[in-house]
């Protein structure tokens, strides 16, 4: 697979002290990749900087393996897709569409059927007349969209587009925005700080924090192992318990796992919800069994499975998601033995 | 009484204070003029005040050279205003902060002053004649000219148009600029189709003040402009008050009133087009 977007060393440092250092990433031909992280991480500052709305202080930029560092934004091969949608309320959607086409000097016949296909891959067939006014939200945000996909950029950047969605809506724009990726077969950076928009689109993830790159993973993966502290608290719900180093194994309480990244000391146990099992204390004759106390504190229903908040005493309190049936076994106020299927061992700064 | 009955009346109550200003500063007076303007000092009615006003030798230079005056001033007002604008809203620096800390000041010198201050800088004796001696060179002449009215003009009007052409630039966000130049458009694109679109509603309203603010002019005309030809304001306070013709000058009056009724036309059809557009 060719790289299509590489980015090397890109540092934009801004007055207040916020920017980026250091940025390598490669996005490959046809993949989906998402710059996830909290507000100020800089992953907006990497996308403008592939988009040539700001100048870097270091760095460069290639595109198809063509430096576009030097280029101003009408001179890249790309096309953003904006927060804020950004179609020209003074323009008809039709004019939206075909203004980018005309200065590329497409005739007149085929830029209406182009804009006329982009406007049906987009669900939004015969919005040709309407204002941008005249238009929700989501049907904004599909002319914006049909806008970029028209002018076939190299690289289509999306700066959360749907963050000014309500919750089904965003869904719904999700999955019409996979299906268009699978279909156009584009190269797309996106940016968003929702987890759940990009473990479900995204080919791969770049989390940011503080200006740099934490992990560069699969979705699966970033979940399943989060390479860092910062990632494990980021993606996904996580619990965290203090641990410690015993010889070749790392011990919390009475259970314990091998010290396979050779930590030392004190260390930050991390488990997800759906690792934690609970068993009630009746079943072991002593109530000293297999896995650590606990006494449950909350038992939420979320629909198809419940969230179970277990007072740990000494560890805090423990997120466990349990099914239906489980949740039938267990009382608020019981007391339970904690076990904990799988963890990832934390350094702890 | 039905609800939508007591809104109706509500609503004639609360409009009924801004009608009848409007009625007395404005609507009875010009009715009182045209009535006047028609009356041919024989105790009959004609269109003779305006038949002098056409054909009079003196009266048509005075409407050629007022609405010269007019039309060069507004454009250069414009050009300089949305000049200024654009430069403060798309650049930055010390400059720019300048600009924006002076351009207001000529609203805050009462305007006698201000052509007082003109005639003596721009006059054959003025400052500027003065500075200019010592290395050889003669000041053409600027006032008692039209070049002295346009000068004042530019002047008084600059301010007021800067800051609304200004404050409707500082209105197009930058994200849509920004999106322009993603789909590739240039500079000369970018002004063309989205920053003068987005902001033309603004700048006929600032049009409108200046070819109004202009072509009713009386003291930079009367103080800095030439014996002849000589702007309507002057003209009609001359007709008026020193040959007390008062027929002949409210024929000019309703006259002024008609071209700004012109410029004041095309600004509401403009305005009522986008509304219906918006619709």
């Given at each position: 697979?060719?790289?299509?977007?590489?980015?090397?060393?890109?540092?934009?440092?801004?007055k207040?002290?916020?920017?980026?250092?250091?940025?390598?990433?490669?996005?490959?031909?046809?993949?989906?990749?998402?710059?996830?992280?909290?507000?100020?991480?800089?992953?907006?500052?990497?996308?403008?900087?592939?988009?040539?709305?700001?100048?870097p202080?270091?760095?460069?930029?290639?595109?198809?393996?063509?430096?576009?560092?030097?280029?101003?934004?009408?001179?890249?091969?790309?096309?953003?897709?904006?927060?804020?949608?950004?179609?020209?309320?003074?323009?008809?959607?039709?004019?939206?569409?075909?203004?980018?086409?005309?200065?590329?000097?497409?005739?007149?016949?085929?830029?209406?059927?182009?804009?006329?296909?982009?406007?049906?891959?987009?669900?939004?067939?015969?919005?040709?007349?309407?204002?941008?006014?005249?238009?929700?939200?989501?049907?904004?945000?599909?002319?914006?969209?049909?806008?970029?996909?028209?002018?076939?950029?190299?690289?289509l950047?999306?700066?959360?587009?749907?963050?000014?969605?309500?919750?089904?809506?965003?869904?719904?724009?999700?999955?019409?925005?996979?299906?268009?990726?699978?279909?156009?077969?584009l190269?797309?950076?996106?940016?968003?700080?929702?987890?759940?928009?990009?473990?479900?689109?995204?080919?791969?993830?770049?989390?940011?924090?503080?200006?740099?790159?934490?992990?560069?993973?699969?979705?699966?993966?970033?979940?399943?192992?989060?390479?860092?502290?910062?990632?494990?608290?980021?993606?996904?719900k996580?619990?965290?318990?203090?641990?410690?180093?015993?010889?070749?194994?790392?011990?919390?309480?009475?259970?314990?796992?091998?010290?396979?990244?050779?930590?030392?000391?004190?260390?930050?146990?991390?488990?997800?919800?759906?690792?934690?099992?609970?068993?009630?204390s009746?079943?072991?004759?002593?109530?000293q069994?297999?896995?650590?106390?606990?006494?449950?504190?909350?038992?939420?229903?979320?629909?198809?499975?419940?969230?179970?908040?277990?007072?740990?005493?000494?560890?805090?309190?423990?997120k466990?998601?349990?099914?239906?049936?489980?949740?039938?076994?267990?009382?608020?106020?019981?007391?339970?033995?904690?076990?904990?299927?799988?963890?990832?061992?934390?350094?702890?700064? | 009484?039905?609800?939508?009955?007591?809104?109706?009346?509500?609503?004639?109550?609360?409009?009924?204070?801004?009608?009848?200003?409007?009625?007395?500063?404005?609507?009875?007076?010009?009715?009182?003029?045209?009535?006047?303007?028609?009356?041919?000092?024989?105790?009959?009615?004609?269109?003779?005040?305006?038949?002098?006003?056409?054909?009079?030798?003196?009266?048509?230079?005075?409407?050629?050279?007022?609405?010269?005056?007019?039309?060069?001033?507004?454009?250069?007002?414009?050009?300089?205003?949305?000049?200024?604008?654009?430069?403060?809203?798309?650049?930055?620096?010390?400059?720019?902060?300048?600009?924006?800390?002076?351009?207001?000041?000529?609203l805050?010198?009462?305007?006698?002053?201000?052509?007082?201050?003109?005639?003596n800088?721009?006059?054959?004796?003025?400052?500027?004649?003065?500075?200019?001696?010592?290395?050889?060179?003669?000041?053409?002449?600027?006032?008692?000219?039209?070049?002295?009215?346009?000068?004042?003009?530019?002047w008084?009007?600059?301010?007021?148009?800067?800051?609304?052409?200004?404050?409707?630039?500082?209105?197009?966000?930058?994200?849509?600029?920004?999106?322009?130049?993603?789909?590739?458009?240039?500079?000369?694109?970018?002004?063309?189709?989205?920053?003068?679109?987005?902001?033309?509603?603004?700048?006929?309203?600032?049009?409108?003040?200046?070819?109004m603010?202009?072509?009713?002019?009386?003291?930079?005309?009367?103080?800095?402009?030439?014996?002849?030809?000589?702007?309507?304001?002057?003209?009609?306070?001359?007709?008026?008050?020193?040959?007390?013709?008062?027929?002949?000058?409210?024929?000019?009056?309703?006259?002024?009133?008609?071209?700004?009724?012109?410029?004041?036309?095309?600004?509401?059809?403009?305005?009522?087009?986008?509304?219906?557009?918006?619709?």
């Amino acid at each position: 697979m060719s790289v299509q977007l590489a980015v090397r060393g890109l540092t934009k440092r801004y007055k207040t002290g916020e920017g980026v250092t250091g940025i390598n990433l490669e996005v490959n031909k046809g993949e989906l990749v998402t710059l996830l992280g909290p507000s100020g991480c800089g992953k907006t500052t990497v996308l403008r900087g592939i988009g040539g709305f700001l100048e870097p202080d270091a760095g460069e930029i290639l595109i198809e393996g063509k430096s576009v560092t030097k280029l101003p934004p009408e001179k890249r091969p790309t096309s953003m897709v904006f927060q804020s949608y950004n179609l020209w309320p003074h323009m008809s959607v039709y004019d939206n569409l075909a203004f980018g086409l005309k200065i590329r000097g497409m005739p007149k016949a085929d830029i209406k059927t182009a804009v006329s296909d982009a406007l049906r891959l987009v669900r939004l067939p015969g919005a040709e007349k309407k204002y941008p006014t005249q238009l929700s939200g989501g049907q904004q945000q599909r002319v914006a969209l049909a806008r970029s996909l028209l002018l076939k950029p190299a690289v289509l950047l999306l700066d959360e587009p749907f963050s000014a969605l309500d919750a089904k809506l965003r869904h719904e724009m999700r999955e019409e925005l996979r299906d268009i990726q699978t279909q156009t077969g584009l190269t797309m950076v996106l940016v968003t700080h929702d987890q759940d928009e990009a473990l479900s689109l995204s080919n791969r993830i770049i989390e940011m924090n503080h200006g740099h790159i934490e992990q560069i993973a699969q979705p699966q993966r970033i979940y399943n192992e989060p390479e860092t502290l910062y990632v494990a608290q980021f993606i996904g719900k996580m619990n965290f318990l203090e641990g410690v180093v015993d010889g070749e194994r790392i011990r919390v309480g009475e259970l314990s796992w091998p010290n396979a990244k050779r930590l030392s000391g004190k260390v930050k146990v991390a488990v997800r919800p759906e690792d934690v099992g609970l068993n009630a204390s009746s079943n072991h004759q002593d109530g000293q069994g297999q896995g650590l106390p606990g006494k449950i504190k909350q038992i939420m229903i979320l629909g198809h499975y419940a969230e179970v908040s277990v007072d740990m005493d000494r560890h805090g309190t423990l997120k466990a998601f349990q099914s239906k049936e489980a949740i039938e076994r267990l009382r608020t106020g019981e007391s339970v033995r904690v076990t904990l299927a799988s963890m990832i061992a934390y350094p702890n700064d | 009484m039905r609800k939508e009955v007591k809104q109706a009346i509500g609503g004639l109550i609360m409009v009924s204070p801004s009608f009848v200003l409007l009625l007395v500063i404005v609507v009875i007076p010009i009715v009182q003029s045209f009535v006047t303007s028609l009356s041919n000092g024989e105790g009959g009615y004609d269109l003779s005040r305006y038949q002098f006003l056409f054909t009079d030798k003196g009266m048509r230079s005075n409407i050629l050279f007022t609405l010269k005056v007019t039309v060069v001033s507004c454009a250069l007002v414009l050009l300089v205003s949305y000049s200024l604008a654009l430069y403060m809203r798309f650049s930055s620096g010390k400059l720019v902060d300048w600009i924006r800390k002076t351009y207001m000041i000529p609203l805050f010198i009462p305007g006698v002053i201000a052509t007082y201050g003109l005639m003596n800088l721009l006059g054959n004796h003025g400052w500027l004649a003065r500075l200019l001696l010592p290395l050889g060179m003669t000041l053409p002449r600027l006032i008692f000219d039209e070049k002295g009215i346009v000068i004042a003009n530019i002047w008084f009007n600059i301010p007021f148009a800067t800051m609304l052409l200004s404050s409707a630039l500082t209105g197009i966000p930058a994200s849509i600029i920004e999106s322009a130049r993603d789909t590739g458009a240039g500079k000369l694109r970018i002004f063309l189709r989205f920053i003068f679109p987005l902001s033309y509603k603004t700048f006929l309203v600032a049009l409108t003040f200046v070819f109004m603010g202009v072509i009713g002019s009386f003291t930079a005309p009367f103080l800095l402009g030439p014996n002849a030809p000589q702007m309507l304001g002057v003209s009609m306070q001359q007709v008026f008050g020193v040959f007390q013709e008062r027929e002949q000058a409210a024929a000019m009056a309703f006259f002024t009133f008609l071209l700004c009724s012109v410029l004041g036309y095309f600004y509401i059809r403009s305005m009522a087009g986008e509304e219906a557009a918006n619709r």
